[in-house]
């Protein structure tokens, strides 16, 4: 069949949309007709080159539609069915998801290959050529062809493209603070970056019962935000931050710090466990260069004070239980979800898109199908 979808074709170029061939789903695949696609940073990563994974590449990974058909072997999905994609594939079999740990789910290996899971092999192709897909998804297209492993069936209560969020940036920043991070009642957190991630940090400390949550961001848009989704304080920098903590704490310093920005670098994780207290955990769940290797931090202070350095992927959540439970949040109320949706884009404007979110204009920016 024929469909659209936004190509990356060079580095540092804009993403081309454009009409593609679609081949019809293979065993233990779907065709999913997309309702909704958050617009993260991660793409943007890509397009960049911090995350240097094979072009031409279809993007997008935070996605929800209705599934049109399945292939051989499908055997929990049948046409009609509305689903979020989880960007990390969860086969329930593997050592890691028998362990309760979906989210480093053994398939993850073939993240960045663009390729299908089980036989990789391209379904989507443009210009008489292959096309990868973001994240083995894709959803930067009206249609796309994915693995059963990536889909979670939900209800037909939620917009689709509302609940598309819970595809990452929901699950990612809520689980950095919860569940890496281990959030508990009356503690002291700061969140660095209040971006699509940053936001659900924020959202996870506040409902776990954080007394002190201080955000940092240049923007003033977002540190207002944050303020109105359950932070206590907001700086522009973390120079501002450890001094108001240390006010706020009396010298005991942070619980658990979570860098949340749209680009990670080594010398914010240094400033962060600067922040840390005693067994005070840093968690680091934003995407850095794949080219840094130096990390500018104190390693006396990392023993005298038992600091923790932990890294996060997808919340270390466990998407097929977790997805389901935070939509039962968002209907009683306990999590936002609407207002973390600054603008709606079409799927022509995803390059606009980009541009607000560069520009610190969107929280989070979603393509409506």
Not at 307 to 318: I, V, W, Y
Not at 346 to 367: H, K, P, Q
Request: charged share 20%; hydrophobic share 40%; net charge negative.
């Amino acid at each position: 069949m024929k469909t659209r979808a936004a190509v990356l074709w060079d580095r540092e170029k804009e993403w081309t949309v454009e009409e593609i061939e679609l081949d019809p789903p293979k065993a233990g695949e779907v065709l999913v007709k997309m309702g909704g696609s958050g617009l993260c940073h991660s793409d943007e990563h890509v397009r960049s080159g911090d995350l240097p994974w094979p072009l031409p590449m279809i993007g997008g990974h935070e996605g929800a539609g209705t599934v049109e058909e399945v292939g051989p072997g499908v055997e929990g999905l049948r046409a009609g069915d509305r689903i979020i994609f989880g960007f990390i594939p969860a086969c329930g079999r593997c050592a890691a998801c028998s362990a309760g740990m979906q989210n480093l789910c053994e398939l993850g290996a073939y993240l960045g290959t663009g390729t299908q899971i089980f036989d990789h092999t391209a379904r989507h192709h443009g210009r008489g050529q292959d096309l990868g897909l973001m994240c083995l998804l894709g959803t930067f297209a009206e249609h796309t062809v994915a693995s059963e492993a990536n889909c979670i069936k939900i209800d037909d209560d939620v917009p689709l493209d509302t609940a598309c969020l819970l595809g990452c940036g929901v699950i990612t920043g809520w689980g950095a603070a919860v569940n890496t991070g281990e959030v508990g009642a009356g503690d002291t957190v700061v969140v660095v970056g209040a971006g699509g991630i940053g936001i659900n940090a924020v959202q996870g400390a506040a409902l776990a019962g954080a007394e002190h949550l201080v955000v940092v961001d240049p923007v003033e848009f977002k540190r207002t935000k944050a303020i109105e989704l359950g932070a206590t304080h907001a700086v522009a920098t973390s120079e501002e931050a450890t001094a108001l903590v240390s006010e706020l704490t009396r010298g005991k310093m942070a619980d658990v710090i979570v860098n949340a920005m749209g680009v990670g670098s080594g010398d914010q994780i240094g400033m962060s466990l600067a922040m840390a207290g005693k067994r005070g955990r840093v968690v680091v769940t934003n995407l850095h260069p794949v080219t840094e290797t130096q990390v500018n931090m104190s390693a006396l202070d990392l023993v005298l004070y038992e600091k923790q350095l932990r890294g996060s992927l997808f919340g270390s959540a466990n998407p097929r239980a977790d997805i389901p439970r935070f939509l039962d949040l968002y209907r009683n109320g306990k999590l936002k979800l609407d207002e973390l949706v600054t603008t709606r884009y079409s799927l022509d404007e995803v390059n606009v898109g980009y541009e607000d979110m560069l520009a610190g204009r969107t929280m989070r920016g979603v393509i409506s199908f």
